[in-house]
């Protein structure tokens, strides 16, 4: 039967062997990670518009009274179209 030794070891690397490893680590995390919702769709003011079926005025009403949550992307207001289905109770048909 082999034991299993339990003391640490001190292990020397140079500058290249390390960078060779955190390139490993990168790359194996960066293959074993998966956005949670790669799929997701935005969609523009005008286009939630359009989707939901609905005018200017109500829309922006519904931003007003928190029933939509548009993102901010720099200048523009965009909608998650899951949360347009999901959240605002309508439905495209």
Do not use: C, W
């Not at 194996?28 to 956005?35: A, F, R, V």
Request: charged residues 30%; proline residues 2%; glycine residues 6%.
């Amino acid at each position: 039967m082999e034991s299993q030794q339990t003391q640490n070891e001190l292990v020397v690397l140079t500058t290249g062997q390390i960078k060779n490893l955190v390139s490993q680590i990168i790359a194996e995390t960066k293959n074993s990670t998966k956005p949670e919702k790669e799929d997701e769709i935005y969609l523009t003011t005008k286009e939630a518009q359009n989707f939901l079926k609905i005018g200017h005025s109500t829309i922006h009403r519904f931003m007003n009274n928190g029933r939509l949550k548009p993102v901010r992307f720099g200048r523009k207001l965009l909608f998650k179209k899951s949360d347009l289905i999901k959240d605002s109770g309508f439905r495209s048909e």
